[in-house]
């Protein structure tokens, strides 16, 4: 089967850094994605990689190794405001977004 | 660029009465658009996935003569909720692919939501 792992919930300190993991089973793969979702809205996307290696976007980056079938959503100079779950979404073979249940980061001042 | 809007935003309607979801990209075309749906603190799930000009192609136990949908153009799908009941209620959620951008096109972007109530 196809199985997307991440873990439910975080938490970090304003100003620290976290690293949120995501390993991945599917039947193909054509591209991982970060997405953000706040409570009560809509996710919105972070980043996506299909090569291994790192993306670096402002403060976030995501890593990818596709031979160990990780992902990785590193958060920097963590803000109160990045309080949000983070999704890690995987396309198969098919081009269908398998997605993980989401990482709940919480930020304490 | 890739912006996806939808409406209504919130909707409450009674038991039985049937509701209508618009997504519409802005500003590019979607050939692909899906819908999702979220109940509280829980994952997204995907509904359908509907393609413009033709049948909309539905997940394992999702009604599809229950969730009627409409990609009639490049730039508008519709979900509509037929007969709804109180179980309906959730957060629906629709999101469109862009052809036309850099990440050949797979990446998905999202609606902001519409928050159904059926009492």
């Known amino acids: 089967g196809q199985n997307i792992d991440q873990p439910t919930e975080m938490t970090a300190t304003e100003g620290a850094i976290v690293q949120i993991n995501c390993t991945y089973q599917?039947?193909?793969?054509?591209?991982l994605f970060w997405y953000q979702q706040h409570a009560g809205e809509a996710p919105t996307f972070l980043s996506y990689n299909v090569l291994d290696g790192l993306e670096e976007k402002g403060r976030f980056s995501s890593f990818l190794s596709r031979s160990k079938g990780y992902s990785y959503l590193l958060l920097k100079e963590l803000q109160m405001k990045d309080s949000a779950s983070y999704l890690c979404?995987?396309?198969?073979?098919?081009?269908?977004?398998?997605w993980g249940a989401g990482t709940k980061l919480i930020i304490k001042p | 660029g890739a912006v996806v809007s939808q409406h209504p935003s919130r909707v409450i309607c009674k038991s039985g009465t049937s509701v209508k979801i618009e997504c519409r990209s802005l500003d590019f075309q979607a050939t692909t658009m899906f819908w999702y749906r979220q109940f509280p603190k829980q994952s997204l799930m995907l509904m359908a996935t509907s393609n413009e000009g033709s049948k909309a192609t539905y997940e394992q136990g999702v009604e599809k003569d229950k969730f009627l949908i409409n990609h009639a153009s490049l730039t508008l799908s519709t979900l509509t909720v037929t007969s709804a009941h109180p179980e309906d209620s959730s957060f629906y959620i629709c999101?469109?692919?862009?052809?036309?951008?850099?990440?050949?096109?797979?990446?998905?972007?999202f609606g902001p939501g519409t928050r159904l109530l059926v009492l």
């Open positions: 999101s469109a692919k862009n052809l036309g951008g850099q990440d050949m096109g797979e990446t998905q972007y």
């Open positions: 599917t039947s193909g793969f054509n591209g």
């Open positions: 979404a995987v396309s198969d073979s098919n081009y269908q977004l398998i």
